[in-house]
């Protein structure tokens, strides 16, 4: 079984500021790693994704995450974030041996003027 | 850019109906799979269909949901008798490997069970 905590429901922060979405994870085998954003009344869109190599990735929008196996962590992160950026995050795990996707309660980043 | 399309964008139904919502996955890919979002909750897997069977379900997928591809196009989630907690939003998505591939997903349709 695998579960994904995302341990910010809310975050608000001014435009400009930067900003981390924290996500952790359990599983009992090897996952891969995804972070969705959803805009209002929207699909889901990719952001990014980890499956091997470099723990330092980089997606669309000029997010990145970092994986840490040692703490089961995928946290998101931007420099510096727009209005744009409004909408609700996704931290999400598939187990390496299952192609389903287990999902985070998700987080509202709301950016301020 | 290929993508995955969901029609209807909106479904509203009386409970005890029947409602069959319809995904074109794109082209190539060969795993199809079907996840609700309940209005301000996360979204949970439902079903996963992988060379015309079921590959995996949830404990959500009980008796009254069916998945189907009729053709090759076409993929489908089939509620046989609606309840009012089924109301959400559903997402197609779709795969061209199981494992670590990014899964497509397309636009959702809002179901509202009356």
């Known amino acids: 079984a695998q579960s994904v905590t995302q341990l910010d429901s809310q975050v608000p922060v001014f435009e400009e500021a930067p900003v981390e979405l924290r996500c952790n994870y359990s599983s009992s085998v090897s996952v891969y790693l995804f972070w969705y954003v959803q805009y209002p009344n929207q699909g889901l869109q990719l952001l990014l994704k980890y499956l091997s190599g470099s723990t330092l990735v980089k997606g669309i929008n000029g997010f990145e995450a970092e994986f840490n196996k040692s703490q089961t962590s995928f946290h998101l992160r931007k420099p510096s974030v727009h209005i744009s950026d409004t909408a609700e995050y996704f931290c999400a795990v598939t187990n390496t041996n299952a192609g389903k996707s287990t999902f985070g309660d998700g987080t509202t980043l709301t950016v301020k003027p | 850019e290929p993508e995955v399309t969901q029609t209807p964008s909106h479904q509203v139904t009386q409970m005890g109906q029947e409602v069959i919502l319809r995904c074109v996955p794109i082209s190539n890919h060969l795993y199809f799979y079907w996840y609700r979002q309940i209005l301000g909750q996360k979204v949970e897997f439902l079903v996963s269909?992988?060379?015309?069977?079921?590959?995996?379900k949830s404990e959500i997928f009980d008796d009254q949901f069916s998945v189907e591809r009729p053709d090759g196009s076409n993929f489908t989630l089939k509620i046989r008798s609606t309840k009012l907690e089924d109301s959400a939003m559903y997402f197609c998505a779709s795969s061209e490997e199981p494992l670590g591939n990014e899964q497509f997903f397309g636009p959702g349709t809002r179901l509202t069970v009356l």
């Open positions: 269909f992988y060379n015309n069977e079921i590959s995996e």
